[in-house]
């Protein structure tokens, strides 16, 4: 207990020094598990909390714990890929997820988890009183101080991006189609006038309920409850958080241009160039914190000078990389460039190379010259804008995974359709991730939560068979009555639970291996007919294995936490030669965390971090 006092006296007296200070910077050097941060909250006790994506993170003024699972307690978290925080007056700490809600006592140490039928990624809470409201990829639920969950009315079925309280009158909540008006008790929702056509993406209450509302590169805004104003400076940039201090008089915007500033009295300021800032937190110390998209968390206050940085060039030192190791870069690397978020690259047995992005639809590319775009509005028979993957089956028709379920698509690419079977089995609303084709008569789908073996009868999908996997060391579940509703069993006593499944790759051996973050890298098991996880067997540093590919002379390159990775297997199985290569070997950073890989026709391997 006088420990715990202690460490509550030296964050106090942290945040007390804090004005003597240019900036405090925390790396995965120093604890935090990766330095792609998405989220940052302060607790019932003063204790910071930051989402990572592989852990829950709480700092205490003297060191950091992460809060994740292990496969000797695997039912902590649902998910360990935090995307939302935000804590209550009585000791709760909310953590959204990739897959599911996380309530974590501070009282108790445990820690319970929530799931949603319609989509269980969580990407924006916020407590209101003794409510809690919860924007997941399906829309907005309100959860008593019980536990009781009700969707809330008026609200359009799709993801929240963001929910922003306004004392006493209930909250804020942005979508694709607009910005909302919520009452406390959830009976009325009205949409803000004008939102419908702004994509807005953050909101936040200011003086006198003046809202301020940011969107994805159509501008920032403030709204008086009559009228849409455009503040000047903020076209095409992409704002992802918005903060008003009203301790300093003024509001913090991130974006993936950095920090700015602006002071009620108009003055402007720029902080973190070039950072890709997820989340803005002002603590009760009037400290501003900013988690950022791959460069961790940072820390300023209203008296410090941040430090300001430049984003480096990386692509001389990559290039310089590929030749060392004689790999072949990108054919053109100004095409990549004009795309962020790139989900997937893919070339068909046509020569057209496919970029599938997180939310602008699917390029394709023929000699290196854009064919087509694939996009809503544009392309029919489509209604997602996101591709995490891509593969051809054998009459040429294509499979396109979305995060929405899976398409079929004709080979002139001017027909598709979303499969709604495979088999018996109902595939709606399947979130999918991975799609690999390992000979003419089987595929594999990487899902939120599984694994997907489909067994095809020529390509007729409504003939397939498909059998799920859903956790380490258990055997498959042949035609399950639906794929997209996967056992739950994070409460309860039992193996571990899959991840987010991102590739699955057949090797030169015939060996099945498939990545993760959660537990890291697994193999298939044909006695066992099960997925077990091997990295430890492997030497895998960490537990998260984001992209796999195969090159030419047999080798695995795996995308991690820690570098990329180089593992070569003698004809026994048993590790022969083993490599990652970091900052040392000349990359640009060492986390390759949320990297992707495809290989190419003429055994290229080309990896794509989004930083």
């Not at 953590?95 to 949603?116: D, E, K, P, Q, W």
């Not at 009452?183 to 301020?212: M, Q, W, Y």
């Not at 051996?509 to 990295?535: C, I």
Request: aromatic residues 8%; neutral net charge; charged residues 20%.
């Amino acid at each position: 207990m006088n420990i715990y006092y202690t460490r509550c006296l030296l964050l106090v007296c942290l945040c007390a020094f804090m004005p003597l200070c240019a900036q405090e910077r925390w790396l995965h050097i120093d604890d935090l598990p990766c330095e792609e941060t998405t989220s940052v909250t302060q607790d019932a006790d003063g204790f910071m909390w930051f989402g990572t994506r592989l852990a829950l993170v709480r700092y205490d003024g003297y060191s950091m714990k992460s809060y994740r699972n292990d496969m000797k307690r695997p039912h902590g978290f649902s998910s360990c890929d935090i995307r939302s925080l935000c804590a209550d007056g009585s000791g709760h700490v909310f953590a959204g997820s990739f897959f599911g809600l996380n309530v974590y006592s501070c009282r108790s140490r445990l820690v319970t988890s929530r799931h949603f039928k319609d989509d269980d990624f969580i990407g924006a809470l916020c407590v209101d009183g003794q409510t809690l409201w919860i924007g997941t990829g399906g829309g907005l639920f309100r959860m008593s101080p019980s536990g009781h969950c009700s969707r809330q009315g008026g609200m359009p079925v799709g993801p929240i991006l963001d929910i922003a309280r306004m004392p006493g009158q209930g909250v804020l909540v942005t979508a694709a189609n607009g910005a909302f008006r919520i009452s406390a008790d959830g009976r009325h929702c009205k949409r803000l006038h004008g939102t419908e056509d702004i994509s807005p993406t953050a909101v936040v209450v200011g003086p006198g309920n003046l809202v301020f509302i940011g969107t994805n590169g159509n501008g920032l805004y403030r709204y008086d409850g009559k009228r849409l104003q455009t503040i000047d400076g903020f076209r095409h940039i992409n704002i992802h958080s918005l903060l008003y201090s009203g301790k300093q008089r003024c509001l913090y915007v991130g974006s993936d241009k950095g920090v700015m500033k602006l002071g009620d009295d108009g003055t402007r300021a720029m902080y973190l160039d070039g950072k890709v800032v997820a989340d803005l937190f002002e603590d009760r110390m009037g400290n501003i914190w900013a988690a950022t998209d791959g460069e961790g968390i940072w820390l300023h206050h209203q008296g410090s000078v941040p430090l300001r940085t430049e984003h480096p060039s990386f692509l001389r030192r990559t290039c310089a990389l590929m030749s060392q190791l004689d790999i072949k870069h990108w054919p053109d690397t100004t095409l990549l460039a004009r795309h962020r978020d790139i989900n997937c690259i893919y070339e068909d047995p046509t020569g057209r190379h496919f970029i599938g992005t997180i939310a602008d639809g699917v390029y394709v590319y023929r000699n290196n010259m854009m064919e087509r775009h694939l996009a809503v509005g544009q392309t029919p028979w489509l209604r997602h804008n996101d591709c995490y993957a891509l593969a051809t089956l054998s009459s040429g028709h294509m499979l396109m995974a979305s995060w929405h379920g899976l398409y079929l698509v004709s080979p002139d690419l001017r027909k598709g359709r979303l499969v709604t079977h495979i088999g018996p089995t109902d595939i709606r609303n399947t979130h999918i991730l991975a799609i690999s084709r390992t000979s003419d008569a089987e595929l594999w789908l990487g899902l939120v939560g599984g694994i997907a073996r489909v067994r095809l009868h020529g390509d007729d999908l409504g003939k397939a068979r498909l059998t799920l996997y859903t956790h380490v060391g258990v055997r498959g579940t042949a035609q399950p009555v639906k794929a997209s509703v996967l056992t739950d069993r994070h409460s309860s006593d039992g193996p571990y639970q899959i991840g987010g499944i991102y590739r699955i790759v057949r090797d030169p051996a015939g060996r099945t291996w498939a990545t993760t973050s959660e537990p890291g890298l697994l193999q298939y098991d044909v006695k066992a007919d099960a997925f077990m996880s091997v990295s430890a067997r492997y030497g895998v540093n960490g537990d998260n294995v984001h992209s796999m590919d195969v090159d030419r002379n047999g080798d695995l390159w795996m995308t991690t936490n820690h570098g990329i990775m180089q593992l070569r297997l003698d004809s026994k199985g048993k590790v022969s030669f083993q490599h990652i290569y970091t900052r040392q070997d000349g990359l640009p950073t060492h986390y390759f965390g949320n990297a992707m890989s495809s290989r190419l026709a003429d055994g290229t391997i080309c990896i794509v971090n989004q930083h």
